[in-house]
């Protein structure tokens, strides 16, 4: 929905009639908003242009323990690490093709489950009723938890012996025998994307619920007047009035998830399983535990590129969209 | 002042102070009164570390004059950080380094060689436990650090658990600890404890069953052979005792916060292979005379090739960044926290050995458990290959085995191929 505004009437009059001040006072306009800028972009270079680039250039040399003091001194390779990297009959390139499906199919689910309950709950919490404020505040608490507590809070629960969810499955509910592990094997999948979910889905029904609130009553209605059910007034009503808030929120829910690093870093420690070894903590691992920092930093901007491209591609798909409507 | 030089002078000190904050670090040394140490965790907790160092670190300053800012680095985090150091050049003057570390350390540079000058002022190379000072480095360089405490493995046994059992003898072999195990387990308690999802933990089992299946994880030119048949054999024997001998819970390979030892001390299992655990048992209420400690077990009959070896030369070194800005204060501190006095102390405390020679024979080191690890440290144990890559080697043999444990736990059979295939597979990531 692109607008376009001009100067009121009045300033265009004004600035007809006093010409030579407007002119002697454009130059220290334009230079004002630089000036302001330049914090930003100073810490924009030095926290993330200059860091990439240096990245980039690390991912060129044989950088392990040998001359990571003196980078000097590490042979250049060239591409011989993103061959490594490609290589899916190589180790390291089968281990991070593994890890990228992981990371794929636990992005679209993160993402996904997550997106859909924050719209529902943003949907049911719309109209106002008693308690609403209580629930609103309730539901946003896993996002105002810090990471960190939330999750090893969650460890503790998805202990085989001692945990609470085996308590609850085993011991209250019986619905198995065998008390399952959690943060081994197939079911660490699961527990990662339990964790997730429950992490990021506030954020999007922080986000639709804000957006909610720019949908006219009228709409709403309009729509009941011409009989339209709860079903048909999501569908034609909300959606599409909440498009722009979700084209937003599904990008950065996707970047947020796909570069998850904190979740399973701190559900698994440093090496997670594998059917939970999420991209990001497989290049730190490695770069750091293995102290290869040149294959690592390839896996990083093979990352990198990835990401632009999906970016990228969602952008331009969206917006072609939107122009075509 | 106008509002547009109000604009300009808020932007630059906003540019001037992102700026400024991009520069500012943990700078070492300020070229004599101060030093910066990262000590590792010997303790119950990373607070009684620092309440036990401190008075030690007081006495130092009173002594010189030089003040010790002491932080105590968890193990999780301790090579990470030492890594950024070795990086930036910012970070401690002065920092502990589990020995096994040395030599993939020393090959970043980043740390003072003790060189015969170097050893001679913190008191001299003869000092030193040979055998711990030969676990600082690679053998063909000057050590790159100096040990601080001595470790080795033994084996940790609930005397009450043995006598109910009646088992009167703690295993010497690991067929008899099988055997006792499988009495040991039963009714929610089980015959020994493993921390299974720790790599450390399980790279250094693999070591010692390593060499008592005739198997070396590096050859003399220093390349890797993880997948060798005897290490496949070794690796197993051990993954077998949770797999085929069922004397380890399968929650065990979880466990990677020291959970075992805790197993251990609540009477949950009745065995435990631990680097002197008496200090971190005392810490969770076990009472000394409620555990037996022997030497770790042999095999029956030794594979073709196995060596008498039942532990790595374990310890913690203390090491001294080259970046330092007062090399002869941090030095001076080497000194000091090697000195008689400083390791009868410290060492009393967590419960290791002396690294010095001189004080062996105090009565604080004549515990049995002491004994045990003395006895095994002199005869018995075998340093940890010193090569550069032996801090991968512990990340990826051990993430191996953590791997295998896990498929134990989940009912996966664990075979001689899949053993070989998660060993070949942690082979070919090291370049």
Known sequence: ?325 | MSRRHLAILTATVLAAASLTACGSGDEPGDGGKTLTYWASNQGASLEADKEILQPELDKFEQQTGIKVNVEVVPWSDLLNRLLAAATTGQGPDVVNIGNTWSASLQATGALVEFDDATLDKVGGKDRFVPAALAAAGAPDKPPAAVPLYSLAYALYYNKQSFADAGITAPPTTWEQVAEVGRKLTGDGKWGLAVEGANPSENAHHAFTFGQQYGGDWFDAAGRPTFDTPQNVAAVKRYIDLMAVDKIVNPSNAEYAQNQSVSDFANGKAAMLLWQAAGANLKSQNMAADAYGVAPVPFPATAPAGGKRVNSMVAGINIAVFKHTKNLDGALEFVKFMTSDTEQVTLNKTYGSLPAVGTVAADPAFAADEQKVLAQTLATTAAPLPQVPEESTFETLVGTAIKELFADAASGRPVTEDSVREKLTRAQQQMR
């Open chain 1, 1 to 325: 929905m692109a607008t376009t505004t001009s100067p009121p009437a009045a300033d265009r009059v004004a600035g007809t009639a006093r010409p030579a001040r407007s002119a002697a006072r454009r130059p220290r306009r334009s230079l004002l908003p630089y000036l302001l800028l330049a914090p930003a972009v100073v810490l924009e270079l030095a926290i993330h242009v200059i860091p990439m680039l240096v990245g980039a250039w690390m991912s060129l040399l044989e950088l392990t323990q040998f001359h990571i003091r003196d980078w000097s001194g590490a042979p250049f390779v060239g591409l011989d690490n993103y061959r490594v990297v490609f290589d899916v009959n190589s180790a390291a390139g089968a281990e991070l093709l593994r890890s990228f499906r992981v990371t794929v199919v636990y992005t679209v689910l993160s993402v996904g489950l997550s997106w859909m309950l924050g719209t529902t709950a943003a949907v049911l919490l719309q109209r106002p009723f008693r308690g609403r404020a209580v629930l609103r505040a309730l539901f946003l608490t896993p996002y105002a938890l810090p990471v960190y507590t939330a999750v090893i809070t969650w460890t503790f629960l998805f202990q085989r012996d001692t945990g609470l969810v085996n308590h609850v499955l085993v011991d209250q509910l019986r619905l198995v025998d065998e008390p399952p592990f959690w943060l081994i094997g197939d079911n660490s999948f699961v527990a990662l994307l339990i964790v997730s979910i429950w992490r990021t889905w506030p954020f999007a029904f922080l986000c639709v619920m804000a957006g909610l609130q720019n949908v006219p009553d009228e709409l709403y209605e309009a729509a009941a007047m011409d009989g339209a059910g709860f079903w048909r007034r999501l569908r034609s009503v909300t959606l599409p009035m909440l498009r722009p808030v979700n084209l937003v929120l599904l990008l950065v829910l996707f970047l947020w998830t796909f570069n998850d690093f904190n979740t399973p870093y701190v559900l698994f420690g440093g090496s997670a399983p594998a059917e939970a070894d999420l991209i990001s903590l497989h290049i730190y691992r490695s770069s750091f535990q293995t102290w290869d920092f040149g294959t690592g930093s390839a896996m990083s901007v093979v990352l990198l590129l990835f990401l632009l491209l999906v970016t990228a591609g969602y952008l331009l798909l969206t917006n072609r969209r939107r122009n075509d409507a």
